[in-house]
């Protein structure tokens, strides 16, 4: 059974959200890819910050970072930003694989209850 890409992983999930919540905004943070490095410094000058998750859903204060459900790592920058965001109060998710984010929100908005 082949692995399911990032960008398909976090795909499923946001269709899931749209259907499940579809009046809670959710967007992504396009800070990953490849890019040039023209384009790296342009966007690094318009305040792109390495690390930053994926998805973010404000009315909750909830950051998503999406991984591969196998073999997804989260980077050194990422762990930082990670741990600064829960340090001024918001919820991070890594969901390694759409039903891992799903399970894992379900249970940051249980707990909020």
Same mark, same amino acid.
């Given at each position: 059974?082949?692995?399911?890409? =990032? *960008?398909?992983? #976090?795909? &499923?999930?946001? #269709?899931?959200?749209?259907?499940?919540?579809?009046?809670?905004?959710?967007? +992504?943070?396009?800070? $990953?890819?490849? %890019?040039?490095?023209?384009?790296?410094?342009?966007?690094? +000058? =318009?305040? /792109?910050?390495?690390?930053?998750?994926?998805?973010?859903?404000? +009315?909750? %204060?909830?950051?998503?970072?999406?991984?591969?459900? +196998? $073999?997804? /790592?989260?980077?050194? =920058? #990422? #762990?930082?930003?990670? !741990?600064?965001?829960?340090?001024? $109060? &918001?919820? /991070?998710?890594?969901? *390694? $694989?759409?039903?891992?984010?799903? =399970? !894992?929100?379900?249970?940051?908005?249980?707990? !909020? !209850?």
């Amino acid at each position: 059974m082949s692995v399911l890409s =990032e *960008h398909l992983e #976090q795909v &499923y999930f946001i #269709q899931y959200f749209k259907r499940t919540y579809p009046d809670v905004l959710i967007f +992504a943070i396009p800070n $990953g890819g490849k %890019r040039n490095l023209s384009e790296a410094a342009r966007l690094k +000058a =318009e305040g /792109v910050v390495a690390g930053v998750p994926d998805l973010c859903i404000p +009315a909750w %204060r909830i950051y998503i970072e999406m991984k591969r459900s +196998a $073999g997804g /790592v989260v980077s050194k =920058e #990422q #762990q930082s930003i990670i !741990k600064y965001l829960q340090s001024v $109060g &918001y919820d /991070v998710i890594v969901g *390694h $694989g759409k039903d891992d984010a799903i =399970e !894992k929100l379900n249970g940051v908005l249980n707990a !909020k !209850k």
